[in-house]
Every structure is written in C-alpha cells, then in structure tokens.
C-alpha cells in the first residue's frame, strides 16, 4: 500500500497527525447514499511548565488526541438530476479519554446542509468551517499545535454558526469562495473571502476574514501562504497571518509558519514546523518548533509522535495545556495511536 503526498489530495498535512484541514471536508458519499464515518485518536504526553494559578508541574497525561482531533460525524447526497446534488454533513467531537463530547454543542464541529453544482460550484447553509481552514491548512501547520493556537489567531481554524458558504468549481486551477454570518445578535457579522491557485507542484493562496464584535469593534484577519512540492516525496511551504483584533480588545499581531513534509518510506512521514508569533510594536513575542513522525501500520490506523517546543519573551504567556505565566515556555512530548473508519 503506498502513500505519496499526491495520493492524499496534495495537502500540507497528513491525516496520521497534521489533520490536514480534514474537518468535514472528505470526499462525499455516492449519490443516495448516508455515510458514518470517524477518527479515534488518543496521545499520552509529558508537558513541562504547566501552570494552575502561580504554580507550575510537569504532567505525565493521557489526552484526547491534539494533532487530529477525534470525531463522530455523518454525512450523504442525493442525485437531483443534471449535475446537482443535494449535499449534508453533521460532525461531533469526541473524547476517548473520558468517553465524552468535547465541547457544548453536540454537532459542534460542523451541521449544515447545501446544494452542489459540478458546473456552478457548492453553496451550504449551517454551522460550518470558515475559509481559513480550508484554504491555509495547505500553508500552515494545523492540527493542533500550530498557529491558530496562539490567542489572536484561533479564527484561523473556526467554526462559524449561522453560515451561508460558496465554494466555486477549480477552472484553471483557481478555486474562490466566500462565507457571511449574520451573529444573530449573539455574535456580530462575519464576513470571509478566499482564492486559491494550483499550477502543477506549486500552490499559492489567501484569505481575508472581517468580524463585527457586539462592542461594535471589528476584528480582522489577512493571511496567504505558498507551496512547492519536490518530487513526489517533499513540500516546502510558508504562511504569513496579520491579525488586528480590535473586537476582541487585543493589539495587532503576525504569525508566521515555515516548514516541510517529506516521506522519508510509503509507509512512513516525518514533518517539521517553525511557529513564530510576533507581537506590533513590543517584546512579547512567542516561537515554537515542532517536529512529529507519522507511521502508518495500514491505510486506517498510524502511530504518530510529536516533539513541541514553546518559548515566550517579555510577558507573553501562550501555551498548550494550562493557563501559563509570562515569559515561561513548555515542552511537549509526546506519541498517540489513531485509527479512522
């Protein structure tokens, strides 16, 4: 059985560990048909640095997977005749560890419905991932320990309720979209616009997001990013983010993400990562490196590692686990089991 980063649809990030942009966005069932499908993912850690108010252990800990997240979902299509289907997805999130949902909506990681058009393009209505996740997950490292998990940038890897989304048909290699969200009084309006170019092994692409928050601030978030792929075995690719959360109360920031895949076997990938966050105008400013292996014991399940490496200056205090404390890094090792049905 071989693996190549073209046979997995030329993404970033591999489903063993870098959950590639995978939430809900796998190819659809055959017309007429419902699907049940799922990822159960479990990492036993050892996390340096982890703060509970001014007091700081390291923890030996087994967790819900962190670099791909575990699911339950639902998803199906119906042949409507001339090339348009009816499409829907539901998508829960869930904890082996504890047995449990991993978050307060039970459909929190996607439910919408839509209508899908092999010449005009897609359109779908519910709660569902923005256009950052689906186009910068070819560009940043996601799953888990990557950018969107520095404080101003978690809009890089979101849910939006409410969503209306249009996904164009690829002419040329070039795929646009947009989404809009009302907030419905309980969030403001969300505005989303993205293009991405695919010319052979190189890729280029961005995003642009607008978020009205009730204090009537807006935050907003630019991002792009590019791709090389050498070979049928390695890919280079760096992402660059400006976030100005004025909704949110927080100063501007940059992110910016540099890294590389290489499948060393078939059987066998190895990725490396360099995070850094990079505060406008002060001192406080965050980096971490990650490097992980993915080994692929069958088409469905992988063993994966991760090593983590988090610093802070001045009084920045990101971290993974626990509340952190300014200035303080934290070390994550780690390795995990994951199968997909």
């Known amino acids: 059985m071989k693996f190549t980063l073209a046979s997995l649809g030329g993404a970033l990030t591999l489903v063993a560990a870098l959950d590639v942009h995978a939430q809900s966005q796998a190819p659809l ?3 007429g048909e419902a699907t049940v499908y799922g990822i159960m993912a479990v990492d036993v850690l050892r996390v340096t640095n982890v703060y509970n108010g001014a007091t700081a252990s390291t923890q030996n800990r087994v967790d819900n997977s962190t670099p791909v997240a575990s699911r339950l979902g639902f998803k199906g299509a119906e042949d409507l005749g001339s090339g348009l289907s009816a499409i829907y997805n539901l998508e829960s999130g869930v ?3 504890t047995g449990t949902s991993n978050a307060a909506g039970f459909w929190n990681r996607g439910s919408w419905v839509g209508l899908s058009d092999r010449t005009w393009g897609t359109l779908t209505i519910g709660r569902q991932w923005n256009l ?3 186009v910068l997950g070819r560009y940043f490292m996601f799953a888990g320990y990557s950018a969107f998990k520095y404080t101003e940038f978690a809009a890089i890897d979101d849910l939006v309720n409410n969503a209306v989304k249009y996904v164009s048909p690829t002419l040329y ?4 979209s947009a989404l809009a969200a009302p907030g419905e009084g309980t969030t403001g309006r969300t505005v989303e616009l993205g293009v991405n170019v695919v010319q052979g092994p190189f890729e280029i692409g961005g995003t642009y997001r607008s978020a009205k928050g009730l204090n009537g601030e807006v935050d907003k978030l630019i991002s792009g ?3 090389f792929t050498i070979g049928a075995g390695l890919r280079v690719h760096g992402g660059y983010s400006h976030a100005d959360p004025k909704a949110s109360v927080l100063p501007q920031v940059n992110a910016y993400d540099v890294g590389v895949i290489w499948e060393v076997t078939p059987l066998f990938i190895t990725a490396f990562d360099y995070i850094a966050r990079d505060q406008v105008g002060t001192d406080n400013d965050s980096h971490f490196a990650r490097l992980q292996g993915n080994y692929f014991l069958s088409k469905r399940t992988a063993l994966y590692a991760n090593i ?5 200056k001045g009084s920045a205090s990101q971290r993974f686990v626990g509340t952190g ?3 303080q890094g934290q070390d994550v090792y780690g390795v995990g089991l994951r199968h997909s049905f």
Do not use: F, H, M
């Open 325 to 327: 404390a300014p200035g």
């Open 225 to 227: 990013g590019a791709s």
């Open 95 to 97: 904890a082996p560890d």
């Open 308 to 312: 983590v490496l988090l610093r802070n």
């Open 173 to 176: 290699g070039i795929e646009v």
């Open 29 to 31: 069932p055959r017309p």
């Open 132 to 134: 950052e996740d689906r």
